[in-house]
């Protein structure tokens, strides 16, 4: 927890770290890229918000630097349910801007817990008839797995641990944080 920024105190430890995100970043937009050689039209990069946000916006850039030229969507789904769990009843909050019919979808998502939300949200991409629809997921935990979603471009694997950074909040906070870290107990009690 390096440099004694204010949200290092509220952080118990660190489990990935600014430059691993960085490298896995990179590592992860150079496959995706090869597979999409020949995707007709490009990429389109579908961001969840609000969670992939620094995701997408590290991923796109990173994206660049291979091609295919690559366009950007942002859709928010509410999960229904309470503090750190999901229950797999989606809302849509923020729909598409435009139709995807004949377009290779590539889902840009924080991370798959339950796998709920990536469920359902694949099947509403697919009904929409895009050409392919992928998903690349920054971070996945097995143990919290309740339905397989076909995830193609994981980065981590993580243990199931409720976690924060890198575009992941609790109660609205730590987005900001550039690693991927767990907050310390005390953080909950004052909440
Ligand atoms: P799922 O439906 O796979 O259980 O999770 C859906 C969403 O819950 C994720 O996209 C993410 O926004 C949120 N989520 C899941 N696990 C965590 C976590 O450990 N920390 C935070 N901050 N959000 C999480």
Request: aromatic share 8%; with cysteine.
């Amino acid at each position: 927890m390096a440099d004694g920024s204010w949200y290092d105190a509220d952080i118990d430890h660190v489990i990935i770290s600014e430059e691993q995100i960085r490298e896995k970043i990179a590592e992860l937009a150079k496959q995706v890229s090869a597979d999409h050689t020949d995707a007709e039209g490009g990429i389109l990069l579908v961001c969840v918000l609000k969670g992939a946000v620094m995701f997408m916006a590290d991923f796109a850039r990173a994206l660049a630097a291979h091609g295919p030229s690559t366009e950007m969507e942002f859709m928010a789904v509410s999960s229904y349910g309470q503090g750190t769990t999901s229950s797999g009843v989606v809302r849509i909050l923020k729909d598409l801007d435009r139709d995807i019919t004949g377009r290779h979808v590539v889902v840009v998502e924080d991370i798959v817990d339950s796998g709920l939300t990536l469920s359902w949200l694949m099947k509403y991409l697919r009904s929409r008839s895009a050409a392919s629809v992928e998903v690349v997921a920054l971070f996945r935990k097995p143990d919290a797995v309740k339905v397989q979603v076909p995830v193609k471009y994981v980065g981590f694997d993580i243990p199931n641990e409720f976690v924060v950074g890198y575009g992941l909040d609790f109660a609205e906070r730590y987005r900001e944080l550039p690693y991927v870290g767990v907050l310390k107990p005390e953080v909950y009690a004052r909440s």
